[in-house]
């Protein structure tokens, strides 16, 4: 019911910035939450960030001071701004989303995943 584009991933020095964008397409819903985990070699995947379309915000404490989740709802998408970056942010970015209606079980979908790797 809802696919996920994700984009922006790339290779970046420490201590530089990138943007993450997660395009959101299909069925609306009442309530909704977007976010970005994260995974790493070895590691399992983690929340990093999430927003809902009430406008509240989580964020891991590991990045709470660095990063900016936010959501465009005219063209139904949501970024991440990602500054000061460190070499442990290295891992798989995915894009999340959940949606909440009315008489059914909350519905979730994942994007394909995008790379961001740091350099030091």
């Known amino acids: 019911q809802v696919q996920l584009v994700e984009s922006g991933g790339g290779l970046v020095q420490a201590g530089g910035s990138l943007r993450l964008s997660c395009a959101a397409s299909?069925?609306?819903?009442?309530?909704?939450?977007m976010g970005w985990y994260r995974q790493a070699p070895g590691k399992q995947r983690e929340l990093v960030a999430t927003?809902?379309?009430?406008?509240?915000?989580n964020y891991a404490d590991s990045v709470k001071d660095r990063f900016t989740i936010s959501r465009d709802n005219a063209k139904n998408t949501v970024y991440l701004q990602m500054n000061n970056l460190k070499p442990e942010d290295t891992a798989i970015y995915y894009c999340?989303?959940?949606?909440?209606?009315?008489?059914?079980?909350?519905?979730?979908?994942w994007g394909q995943g995008t790379q961001v790797t740091v350099s030091s």
């Open positions: 299909g069925s609306t819903f009442r309530l909704d939450a």
């Open positions: 927003i809902t379309s009430l406008g509240t915000s």
């Open positions: 999340n989303f959940r949606g909440y209606g009315v008489g059914t079980l909350p519905f979730e979908s």
